[in-house]
């Protein structure tokens, strides 16, 4: 089909979610993606954080054929090896000891909200079951999730909210102490909020976090939907802190492609969850878990982590550089494959332009232009990148 009968068909027949960006992807391999007029673009976006291993990687393709010719579904009715073996190494890698599996992020925050409030009633009684969650979060577009959103734009028109949600400031621990009340449960927070504009969540203020959370009895959760699985350089971002949270949320590139979301919680809050309390038809099928376990099997047999932490540094030093050249930039955050490059201007066109260079990125925020490549992402490609932004931007000046 071509493009503009695609554009045609899509406003027709799509409910109008997205204002997308006019190219048809039909084929990917490694870092770069083909458009239906058989163009080449270099993605900076990787399915918004999904596409891990990038396109086409021979032992994710090889691990899907496989587990299809087997058995692609059975629901969580029987036992399923794929399953296991995967809630065991996600066990392994984390603080955690209990997994559930579902299929998205909004998923596994909703199983992390619901099985905050189940510890906290089983815990506490009944009146605990507030959660503090920041400004300018993303947790997903259920009602619960976009509740726990802090983003005004994010609720318009869906009223009414669900109750038992208050916001605090990231990097402020005073905001947060001013949230808590006796019927706080659990405070929910993303290390680095990605789709709020790439803000990192400071030492001093996870430090703090942990030890109010500690000293309060309230559960802390990591929303790590986008930067856990190695996007920092770390399989997850908390590691960075050298604290742990109570619960965290996986999705986005744990399946590299494949929806899978996981919430992992230690042994003693996870056994509020018991038959019946919660659940999910497709969640943690043999297919994506099948898929998740070779992105994890790649990420730790190839020593991709520690390329990570160079390509994202080598990734960040380049964005120094452009800003230091290009007054447009206000400032460069993020760590090791996420990164932030906020502007003074509006984004949009930025990343229009970059289209036109043949480059995927992603705004947020109107004016943060967003970085998330595949992980396998090379010091050569990232070199593309960089003369690409400097050349768009330095036109705008
Ligand atoms: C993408 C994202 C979500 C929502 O994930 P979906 O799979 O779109 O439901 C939640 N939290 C964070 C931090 C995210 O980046």
Redesign the pocket.
Known sequence: MLTEELERYSSQYLMQTYARIPISIVRGQGCKVYDAEGREYLDFVAG??VNALGHGHPDLVTAIEKQARHLIHTSNLYYSEPQVQLAQLLVKLSFGQKVFFCN????A?EAAIKLARKYSTDTFGPERFEIITMHNS????TLA?LTATGQTKVHQGFAPLLAGFSYATLNDIQSVKSQITDQTAAVMV?PIQ??GGVVVADQTFMHALRTLCTERQILLMF?E??TGIGRTGTMFAYEQYGIQPDVM?L??GLGGGVPI?ACIATDNVAQAFGPGSHGSTFGGNPLACAASLAVLRVLLDSQLLEKIRTVGSYLKKGLQELQARIPLIKDIRGVGLLQGIELSVEGKPVVQDCLTRRVLINCTMDRVLRLIPPLIVTQKEIDQLLKVLSDVLIKRL
Do not use: C
């Open positions: 918004i954080g998205s992020g909004a998923e925050n993303f947790h997903g577009r999730t993303e990605g789709e929303d939907i986008q949320t999705a986005k979301g």
